[in-house]
């Protein structure tokens, strides 16, 4: 049965246009979940490897380059902190297939990480802080370039 789901999965992701809106939509309801639970589940461990991908990301950014993989694996290791192996799979398959599309659209306008690195840092301290709420608005906050374009797709 697994060959066929799989075969399903990427059906389901070869999506229109349209249907990009709603992959963002659902990255966005997995993350902003994802990130609440995070700030309650968290442990010493999460918020050390959080803050590696963050360390990451920023050196990528500093050098001027794009940091694409190092922004994903941020995300990716605060699913982790969830504690929800589903909640990081979900989010396995679906980022992917944004960001290629992303990267294609090159939506990421220049001065957009500087921006992007503040927000990981607000997402990441409410993290540690174990502010579930606020955790979860940090989150919405810095995917609503990402969800504006896609609310544009859908309403094409």
Known sequence: GTIALEGLISDVLKIEDTDFGSLVETRVLLETEA???????????????IEKALLAFEAKVQQGLRAVEE???FHLTIAE???????????????????????????????????ASVEHHMILKN?????PEEAAEAMKIHLKDVFDYSQQLKNK
């Open 71 to 73: 922004d994903f694996m």
């Open 35 to 49: 990130t609440k639970l995070a700030a309650s589940r968290r442990t010493k461990a999460n918020i050390i490897e």
């Open 127 to 131: 993290i540690i802080d174990q502010k």
């Open 81 to 115: 902190a969830s504690q929800n192996a589903v909640l990081k799979s979900l989010m396995l398959i679906i980022t992917p297939d944004i960001i290629h599309q992303f990267n294609k659209l090159d939506i990421c306008k220049d001065g957009r990480d500087g921006q």
